[in-house]
Nanobody, 122 residues
Framework: QVQLVESGGGSVQAGGSLRLSCAAS????????MGWYRQVPGKQRALVAV???????NYADSVRGRFTISRDNTKNTINLQMNSLKPEDTAVYYC????????????????WGLGTQVTVSS
C-alpha cells in the first residue's frame, strides 16, 4: 500500500518562511503528478502547487512568486518552500500524488497525506 507522509508545518509570523516536505513510500512503480493542496474549515480543498514527473510546475495565483515546489524523483519526495507568508496562507496543507502501485498488476492510486497545519500570525 502506498503512503504519503508530510512534515514541516508549524507556526510563523507574517513575512516568514516554512518548508514542507512529503515522502511517498510503498510498492511504487512510478509517480505521476505530485502536489500540494490546502484546506481551511468550511471551504473546499484547493490547489497550491503541482509538479509533473518531468518538472513542469503550476501554481495557484495566490502563491505564485512566493512559493516554490520542487521534486526529487530518486527519493520520491516533494518540497514546498513557502516565503513571504501571509495570514491567509493559514490552512492544513495536504500532499497529493498519482502513484502507480506495483501489485500483481500496476494500479494507479489517488494518494493523499494526512495533512500538516500551517499557521501564519499577523
Amino acid at each position: 500500500q502506498v503512503q504519503l507522509v508530510e512534515s514541516g508545518g508549524g507556526s510563523v509570523q507574517a513575512g516568514g518562511s516554512l518548508r514542507l516536505s512529503c515522502a511517498a513510500s510503498g510498492s511504487i512503480f512510478s509517480i505521476k503528478t505530485m502536489g500540494w493542496y490546502r484546506q481551511v474549515p468550511g471551504k473546499q480543498r484547493a490547489l497550491v502547487a503541482v509538479i509533473s514527473s518531468g518538472g513542469t510546475t503550476n501554481y495557484a495565483d495566490s502563491v505564485r512568486g512566493r512559493f516554490t515546489i520542487s521534486r526529487d524523483n530518486t527519493k520520491n519526495t516533494i518540497n514546498l518552500q513557502m516565503n513571504s507568508l501571509k495570514p491567509e496562507d493559514t490552512a492544513v496543507y495536504y500532499c497529493h500524488a498519482f502513484i502507480e502501485e506495483l501489485t500483481t498488476n500496476i494500479e494507479t492510486r489517488n494518494a493523499w497525506g494526512l495533512g500538516t497545519q500551517v499557521t501564519v500570525s499577523s
